[in-house]
């Protein structure tokens, strides 16, 4: 299985400021096709997971550009900034590029 | 409006079975590949099931955690998928998520399973 391994596990951010979080596949996540199937999510206390990013750098609809999924075929990042209240959450990196798809132990942000 | 609702979880002890559904309405389901994600107790997202759509002869994948113990089917004429839950075990105990991830990823409230005697 294809293990995706976060960093940090948590994070204080200052209202305004910039975050930036980690995310390292075993294996790489490039198919043929050009795709990477890296995806980032967010789950909102109490809520279900939504996702922001997908395809390692596309933005999801809905989801305000402040956010950015980057990378290369195993590293990647997801970059959040002028964080504000609604930013509040656990993020997941997730693979979905063979099965079993695989997530991330999660990163939980929180505000300072 | 999109909407994808979990029910028949709750508490049940261990080596029995459940069987959740999730009812969908608002978007094309007969053409979706639909999964069930788990999330446990400490939070961790785990992949369990999917079911592909007729187009691909309805194929079936699982995470190992639940291989010959859980089932996976659809009804397209009800636009639900379930979830066949036999021998469970204390781990199995985490929120169920039906999602039709990595395609329009929308996703469930979720319902609760707990395993324990």
């Known amino acids: 299985d294809i293990v995706m391994t976060q960093a940090p596990l948590s994070v204080s951010v200052t209202p305004g400021e910039s975050a930036s979080i980690s995310c390292r596949s075993s294996k790489s996540l490039l198919q043929s096709n050009g795709i990477t199937y890296v995806y980032w999510y967010l789950q909102k206390p109490g809520k279900s997971p939504q996702v922001l990013i997908y395809?390692?750098?596309s933005l999801a609809s809905g989801v305000p550009d402040r956010l950015s999924g980057s990378g290369s075929e195993t590293d990647f990042s997801l970059k959040i900034s002028r964080v504000e209240a609604e930013d509040v959450g656990i993020y997941y990196c997730g693979q979905l590029l063979e099965n079993p798809y695989t997530f991330g132990a999660g990163t939980k942000l929180e505000l300072k | 409006e999109v909407q994808l609702v979990e029910t028949g979880g709750g508490l049940v002890q261990p080596g029995k079975s459940l069987k959740l559904t999730c009812a969908t309405s608002g978007f094309a389901f007969s053409s979706a590949w639909m999964d069930w994600v788990r999330q446990s107790p400490e939070k961790q997202l785990e992949w369990v099931a999917q079911i592909k759509d007729k187009s691909n002869n309805y194929a079936t994948y699982y995470a190992e955690s639940v291989k010959g113990r859980f089932t996976i089917s659809r009804d397209d004429s009800k636009s639900s998928v379930y979830l066949q839950m036999n021998s469970l075990k204390e781990e199995d105990t985490a929120i169920y998520y039906c999602?039709?991830?990595?395609?329009?990823?929308?996703w469930g409230q979720g319902v609760m399973v707990t395993v324990s005697s």
């Open positions: 395809r390692m750098s």
């Open positions: 999602t039709d991830i990595g395609t329009t990823d929308y």
